[in-house]
């Protein structure tokens, strides 16, 4: 009946439905309720889940979860959901497929390696391990293609992608998740929200013994954070800026595991920083 967005918005003012993020299950109802012109939240568990703490009412049905969740939505400030470009919901499902066929492969490589150290392994076993892990590598391959061949589709983000790979240890697949976990950074308004949406923003305890303890949240997008974690590993050894950041954290007698997150959430950063400016890297830019 309404072809315009615009339009459809008008019939439904000032309503605004509040979801909770589960997994992929969300979606259908999401993007019916946005095509139909009204407003959506999608809100992240973890915060429904504390919220509801503060309420009254303990028990856990459908119809009392679906009060819960209208309860949220009037006493918080809202960030509205915006349907995703098509090209970064397709890329984001690629990416996270080949995650998952890297993350298999090596699986069946420590079985691999696990049976070869065993006394009389099996060598049949040894034989369809191997078949899986060629199998994997096949499919990784023509996924990997897909996404190149995706990405060339759209010019502007493959110049963009192009531009950001002068960044020493940082390669194709993460820049593409970065972009893609983040609907290319659409809804992003700074980097202390980036931090915060990875996961990587810094959670302080200064109570009892743990006087003066930090660490990072870990609440957020569990992708977007892995994307740039080993990434972390080969940027503290081929790029001289980062590394020298890594070096002095060691120097401030930080873990090393402390030390390489930090750089892993200032590589994300860094994505994030030449991706708004439609700049190249500088390595003598000051990253401290």
């Known amino acids: 009946m309404y072809s315009d967005l615009q339009t459809r918005r008008k019939m439904n003012p000032g309503v ?23 407003d959506i939240s999608v809100v992240v568990p973890h915060k429904t889940k504390n919220h509801a703490k503060t309420l009254k009412q303990k028990s856990r049905t459908d119809k009392l979860d679906a009060g ?13 959901w915006e349907v995703p470009y098509r090209i970064m919901k397709e890329l984001k499902a690629l990416t996270r497929e080949y995650s998952s066929l890297k993350d298999m492969k090596a699986e069946v490589m420590n079985r691999i390696h696990a049976q070869k150290h065993s006394y009389q392994p099996l060598k049949k076993i040894l034989k369809r391990h191997e078949q899986i892990i060629r199998l994997y590598e096949k499919q990784m391959k023509a996924v990997l ?23 020493d240890g940082v390669g194709f697949i993460t820049l593409v998740t970065v972009v893609s976990e983040t609907n290319s950074f659409s809804t992003i308004r700074n980097s202390k929200q980036l931090a915060s949406y990875a996961g990587y923003d810094i959670v302080i305890d200064d109570s009892g013994k743990k006087k ?22 080969s940027a503290i050894q081929c790029n001289k800026t980062l590394r020298e950041f890594y070096q002095r954290l060691l120097a401030k007698n930080k873990l090393k595991k402390v030390a390489l997150i930090a750089v892993a ?12 400016k439609d700049e190249e890297y500088n390595p003598d830019y000051n990253l401290a």
């Open 16 to 38: 605004c439905f509040v979801l909770e993020a589960t997994g992929v299950y969300y979606e259908n109802l999401a993007y019916f309720l946005r095509e139909s012109g009204f």
């Open 68 to 80: 819960k969740l209208a309860t949220y939505g009037l006493e918080k400030e809202l960030t509205l």
């Open 145 to 167: 293609q897909q996404i190149k061949d995706l990405v060339k589709t759209d010019e502007e983000l493959n110049r963009k992608i192009k531009k950001i790979m002068s960044i």
């Open 212 to 233: 003066g303890k930090q660490s990072i949240s870990h609440i957020g997008n569990s992708h977007l954070r892995a994307s740039v974690y080993m990434p972390a590993f």
């Open 265 to 276: 959430r200032k590589l994300l950063l860094l994505i994030y920083t030449l991706w708004k």
